[in-house]
């Protein structure tokens, strides 16, 4: 395993996702200023979530000519380049135009951050990306934290200076990231293999892919949305910027240990009934933290992320197995469709709130994972009686 691009790419990463989840805190802080309804606060993270998701493939493709070179820190510079002009945007459309260029960076290390954490991983794949994907989501939890003490202190003039941190992965990137990623030929044998194994059942693909679809929508729906509208909604209950973000990001970061741990169970037990039982679990908890105040909400907001994120990592290894040739565009693809169908989501949410109320909408959202877990169900059984010798490191790389 080489420890260094590992430790690298996922440092960009880590890096990346603070900046990404550090938006919805300044949605929420120019919300008053700007005079934003919840819809165009929901539309305002809509934008920025699609271009940087929708994205993803076409990085990905790019990624695989340029074998994984220069595309992680151009793209973290990128990002933080248009981040260090937010608290000059004079308007909301601005604002919005900034970070939207800006969401390109992000989808570019995303697409190219998966390929090398694998490589980088050598005859451990598996527990390499895992650790790209927990240092992702660490970033999404520290994000709402950190900017808003940011905000706190200094107001969104402070922000520049969490983009100038950014600079140190980003010359730590280029010099570690320079040499190719390496393409296994063995196992590219075995993913052939495994796509010739799997062509009789062509004919049930469209089904397959049609449940995995609403299974990514559903799934999406209330993680994205309380993660979008969390600050807002803590707002309103008379939290601080400093406090609601640290509250946000107990959110969150219980969603990171959910991924990580979710790719172990993954791996062990039958990866449909993980999805199901993790989803149903998850209700009461996501009713519950709406609620809570002081320790209650700390462990039942962890728990809520934490049960909703461990199908993070499974999905993507799903999605693999549908095209296990094309591993790299998969894995973009599921990743952008997971943002940005929650995104969509989290705009509608918006519109109803603006209606009916956003507590109203949250407490309804905490729901919806009964229905991602139905659908799960939907999906073949991915147990293996008797995995193939070549078969074994094949499945590694999309956990």
């Keep these: 395993m080489n420890l260094k691009r590992l430790l690298s790419i996922s440092t960009g990463h880590?890096?990346?996702?603070?900046?990404?989840?550090?938006?919805?805190?300044?949605?929420?802080?120019?919300?008053?200023?700007?005079?934003?309804?919840?819809?165009?606060?929901?539309?305002?993270?809509?934008?920025?979530?699609?271009?940087?998701?929708?994205?993803?493939?076409?990085?990905?493709?790019?990624?695989?000519?340029?074998?994984?070179?220069?595309?992680?820190?151009?793209?973290?510079?990128?990002?933080?380049?248009?981040?260090?002009?937010i608290p000059w945007a004079p308007n909301f459309a601005m604002l919005i135009?900034?970070?939207?260029?800006?969401?390109?960076?992000?989808?570019?290390?995303?697409?190219?951050?998966?390929?090398i954490a694998s490589d980088a991983?050598?005859?451990?794949?598996?527990?390499?990306t895992s650790i790209f994907f927990v240092m992702g989501q660490s970033g999404l939890a520290l994000g709402p934290s950190l900017s808003g003490l940011v905000i706190a202190s200094w107001g969104l003039r402070g922000l520049p200076f969490m983009a100038i941190f950014a600079v140190i992965p980003v010359i730590s990137m280029f010099f570690l990231l320079r040499?190719?990623?390496?393409?296994?030929?063995?196992?590219?044998?075995?993913?052939?293999?495994?796509g010739g194994r799997k062509g009789n059942s062509a004919s049930i693909k469209w089904g397959v892919i049609g449940a995995f679809v609403l299974l990514i929508l559903l799934r999406s729906a209330t993680m994205q949305t309380y993660t979008i509208f969390l600050p807002k909604f803590l707002e309103g209950r008379g939290y601080l910027p400093g406090a609601y973000g640290f509250m946000v990001g107990i959110f969150v970061f219980g969603g990171a240990i959910g991924t990580f741990f979710g790719g172990m169970l993954g791996d062990k037990f039958n990866r449909r009934l993980v999805i199901f039982t993790s989803s149903v679990l998850a209700?009461?908890?996501?009713?519950?933290?709406?609620?809570?105040d002081g320790w209650l909400y700390y462990v039942t907001a962890a728990l809520a992320g934490g049960l909703l994120n461990i199908s993070h990592s499974i999905l993507i290894v799903m999605a693999q197995a549908l095209l296990p040739r094309q591993k790299g565009m998969m894995g973009g693809a599921t990743l952008g469709f997971m943002f940005a169908s929650g995104a969509v989501t989290a705009w509608l949410a918006g519109l109803v709130a603006d209606q009916i109320g956003l507590t109203v909408v949250l407490y309804v959202l905490a729901f919806v994972p009964i229905l991602a877990g139905a659908s799960?169900?939907?999906?073949?059984?991915t147990r293996q009686s008797a995995p193939a010798p070549l078969a074994a490191p094949q499945a590694a790389p999309g956990d």
């Excluded at 800006?102 to 390929?115: C, D, E, F, K, R």
């Excluded at 040499?179 to 495994?194: F, I, K, L």
């Design 179 to 194: 040499a190719p990623v390496h393409y296994d030929p063995v196992a590219m044998g075995a993913a052939s293999a495994n």
């Design 97 to 115: 135009g900034c970070l939207t260029i800006g969401a390109l960076g992000s989808a570019a290390l995303h697409a190219v951050g998966m390929i």
């Design 121 to 128: 991983g050598g005859k451990h794949p598996t527990t390499a």
């Design 376 to 381: 799960a169900l939907l999906l073949p059984s």
């Design 283 to 292: 209700v009461p908890f996501c009713y519950l933290f709406l609620g809570a």
């Design 14 to 85: 880590l890096t990346i996702d603070i900046l990404n989840s550090s938006v919805y805190m300044i949605l929420t802080a120019v919300s008053i200023p700007f005079g934003l309804s919840l819809s165009q606060m929901g539309m305002g993270a809509l934008i920025y979530t699609l271009v940087g998701s929708l994205t993803q493939p076409l990085f990905g493709a790019w990624a695989d000519r340029l074998r994984g070179r220069w595309l992680g820190p151009l793209g973290l510079l990128w990002t933080l380049s248009f981040y260090m002009f």
